[in-house]
């Protein structure tokens, strides 16, 4: 079992930043990836941002160029650095850990989730 525990949510402003970090409680080896994703109440979670071992980064679309997803290994920790905030960034955000499994699949663990609250 992986707990994930997340950190830095919070409200602020329009045009404003934030920081949101995520530590695993145990090393989670190399064939793995760690993410963001964000909810709002009645729709589906969404993806932000996922990075993998290596330090390869997808981004959803509309937080490209405002947000930066980056991992410390020896800390088993991801972060979010969210600039130019928009009130469309409000959700609670998740971190993932995705653990491949050897022969295919994997094993997912979720963080409990950080509100973050953007005001125009």
């Known amino acids: 079992q992986v707990q994930l525990m997340e950190s830095g949510g919070g409200l602020v402003q329009a045009g404003g930043s934030l920081r949101l970090s995520c530590t695993a409680s145990?090393?989670?080896?190399?064939?793995?990836?760690m993410g963001w994703y964000r909810q709002n109440p009645g729709k589906q979670r969404e993806l932000v941002a996922v990075?993998?071992?290596?330090?390869?980064?997808t981004y959803a679309d509309s937080v490209k160029g405002r947000f930066t997803i980056s991992r410390d290994n020896a800390k088993n920790t991801v972060y979010l650095q969210m600039n130019n905030l928009k009130p469309e960034d409000t959700a609670v955000y998740y971190c993932?850990?995705?653990?491949?499994?050897?022969?295919?699949?994997?094993?997912?663990?979720w963080g409990q989730g950080s509100q973050v609250t953007v005001s125009s």
């Open positions: 990075i993998n071992f290596g330090g390869s980064t």
């Open positions: 145990r090393s989670i080896g190399s064939d793995n990836a």
């Open positions: 993932k850990a995705q653990l491949l499994r050897k022969f295919g699949g994997s094993y997912d663990y």
